[in-house]
């Protein structure tokens, strides 16, 4: 499985960005997509996935209410737009994606957000 992930890049606090990942390879049902980010000298953390068939969501608990996530299943593609930017949201972030019990990580696309 390929992530190829787009979007991303810099803007102001309060401002709005669009993350975009699509799968491709050897793609199956069900899956789980979304993202995480991992800032400098912290962890990768949580932002966002869906479910594939169930499209139950899950987000980080600094994000809720502010990033919004959606998919299409048919493009096998995943899409998180963010609103309401903070300058700590600035990060890389990996779109993700679980199938098979196996996990698949994207190149990682940097967003800054300038205060």
């Known amino acids: 499985v390929q992530l190829q992930a787009s979007g991303g890049g810099l803007v102001q606090a309060g401002g709005s960005l669009r993350l975009s990942c699509a799968a491709s390879g050897n793609v199956f049902v069900p899956n789980t997509m979304g993202w995480y980010r991992q800032a400098p000298g912290k962890q990768r953390e949580l932002v966002a996935t869906?479910?594939?068939?169930?499209?139950?969501?899950n987000y980080g608990d600094s994000v809720k209410g502010r990033f919004t996530i959606s998919r299409d299943n048919t493009q096998n593609t995943a899409s998180l737009r963010m609103d309401n930017l903070k300058p700590e949201d600035s990060a890389v972030y990996y779109c993700?994606?679980?199938?098979?019990?196996?996990?698949?990580w994207g190149q990682g696309t940097q967003v800054t957000v300038s205060s």
């Open positions: 869906m479910g594939s068939y169930s499209g139950n969501t």
């Open positions: 993700y994606r679980w199938q098979s019990n196996r996990e698949y």
